[in-house]
């Protein structure tokens, strides 16, 4: 059993005592403050902290990111051909399309939607804008 002689227990007080009326520092003070904070959870760190609110972009398909009515295609049939005739065109579109995609992405949810038959989108950028539909 460790006993602790009178002398030690004085020395100990005084550390005490030292350390109590130790200057402290802004930096500890406020990390100090701060750690109360969070164990009361009256502060959040800021990646603690729920989001107050959310972005949503919704996008229309044809004629906003596909420009369908210039297009004008026939039928499903006709998708090679626009492709052949409008390829340069259709490149730069599918750049700029990127661009803007991943630029809304990096800041809020976004949503393509149309008012297409069922499927129209992911058909008609699988051959029109195959980067894009990656």
């Given at each position: 059993m460790e006993t602790v002689s009178q002398h030690e227990?004085?020395?100990r007080g005084q550390n005490r005592e030292e350390n109590l009326f130790?200057?402290?520092?802004?930096t500890e003070i406020r990390n100090r403050y701060l750690s109360k904070l969070m164990y009361h959870r009256v502060w959040l760190a800021p990646v603690q902290q729920p989001r107050t609110h959310q972005n949503i972009v919704?996008?229309?398909y044809d004629d906003t990111l596909l420009p369908t009515t210039f297009l004008d295609p026939e039928d499903e049939k006709d998708m090679e051909n626009l492709l052949k005739t409008h390829k340069r065109v259709l490149d730069a579109?599918?750049?700029?399309v990127i661009k803007l995609l991943e630029n809304f992405?990096?800041?809020?949810?976004v949503l393509i939607i149309t008012n297409a038959k069922q499927g129209w989108v992911e058909y008609s950028s699988s051959i029109l804008l195959p980067k894009v539909h990656q």
């Open positions: 227990g004085i020395e130790r200057k402290k520092s802004d919704i996008l229309d579109i599918q750049d700029e992405l990096r800041v809020s949810k």
